[in-house]
T-cell receptor
Framework: EAQVTQNPRYLITVTGKKLTVTCSQN?????MSWYRQDPGLGLRQIYYSMNVEVTDKGDVPEGYKVSRKEKRNFPLILESPSPNQTSLYFC?????????????FGPGTRLTVL | GQNIDQPTEMTATEGAIVQINCTYQTSGFNGLFWYQQHAGEAPTFLSY??LDGLEEKGRFSSFLSRSKGYSYLLLKELQMKDSASYLCAVMDSNYQLIWGAGTKLIIKP
C-alpha cells in the first residue's frame, strides 16, 4: 500500500531532551516536507527536500534539523525541544518536476514539550 | 512577504452550493492546491491548478486566475460529510509550499 508513515504518533517529552520524528514513504517520491500545524495558523512548512542530499528551509526552520540521506526517509530532529515546539507535525511527500505533484500526508505526530 | 488569504469560517446548507475563495501573493508560482482536512486528521488532496481556468472533479471544482492571484473551490450538492477545513496552498518559485490558514466549512441540515 502506498503510504507515508511517521513515528511516533504521540510524544510527550521535556525541555532540552533531543528527539527524532521519523518519516518514510514507499512511493519513490523526490519531494518531501515537514509541517507543523497550530490552531489558527494553518500548516507551516518547516523544511523541504527536492531530492537526496538537498534540503531547504521553509517558513519556520528555527529549532529543527532534517537530513535526506535516502530517498524514502526524511527524519525531523529537535536538538533541544522547547515548549513553543508543542504542535501537530505532518510529513508529506510527492513527485517533483512532474506536471502533477499532489502531496501525500502522513498521519501526524502530536508532540508535547513540557 | 508571501501571503495567502481565505475566509476563516463559512456556513452552508446541506444540498446547496458553496464557493471558498483564496487570494495569494507569492514569489513566483508553480501551482495552486486545495486540500480537505477533517478535525484531527491529515489533509487529503482535492485539486491542483497550474493554468488559468476551471478544473472539475465530480462535486468539486477549482478555478484559477494567475493574473489576479485568485482561486476558488466550488462544492456542489453539499453533504454533511463535507464539514471540514479547506486549505489553499501555493508552490512558489523555490518550490516551497505556502499555506493559507484554512476555511472551516460548517454544513447545516
Amino acid at each position: 500500500e502506498a503510504q507515508v508513515t511517521q513515528n511516533p504518533r504521540y510524544l510527550i517529552t521535556v525541555t532540552g531532551k533531543k528527539l527524532t520524528v521519523t518519516c518514510s514513504q514507499n512511493m519513490n517520491h523526490e519531494y518531501m516536507s515537514w509541517y507543523r500545524q497550530d490552531p489558527g495558523l494553518g500548516l507551516r512548512q518547516i523544511y523541504y527536500s527536492m531530492n537526496v542530499e538537498v534540503t531547504d528551509k521553509g517558513d519556520v526552520p528555527e529549532g529543527y534539523k532534517v537530513s535526506r540521506k535516502e530517498k524514502r526517509n526524511f527524519p525531523l530532529i529537535l536538538e533541544s525541544p522547547s515548549p513553543n515546539q508543542t504542535s501537530l507535525y505532518f510529513c508529506a511527500s510527492s513527485f517533483f518536476q512532474r506536471e502533477f505533484n499532489e502531496q501525500f500526508f502522513g498521519p501526524g505526530t502530536r508532540l508535547t514539550v513540557l | 512577504g508571501q501571503n495567502i488569504d481565505q475566509p476563516t469560517e463559512m456556513t452552508a446548507t446541506e444540498g446547496a452550493i458553496v464557493q471558498i475563495n483564496c487570494t495569494y501573493q507569492t514569489s513566483g508560482f508553480n501551482g495552486l492546491f486545495w486540500y480537505q482536512q477533517h478535525a484531527g486528521e491529515a489533509p487529503t488532496f482535492l485539486s491542483y491548478n497550474v493554468l488559468d481556468g476551471l478544473e472539475e472533479k465530480g462535486r468539486f471544482s477549482s478555478f484559477l486566475s494567475r493574473s489576479k492571484g485568485y482561486s476558488y473551490l466550488l462544492l456542489k450538492e453539499l453533504q454533511m460529510k463535507d464539514s471540514a477545513s479547506y486549505l489553499c496552498a501555493v508552490m512558489d518559485s523555490n518550490y516551497q509550499l505556502i499555506w493559507g490558514a484554512g476555511t472551516k466549512l460548517i454544513i447545516k441540515p
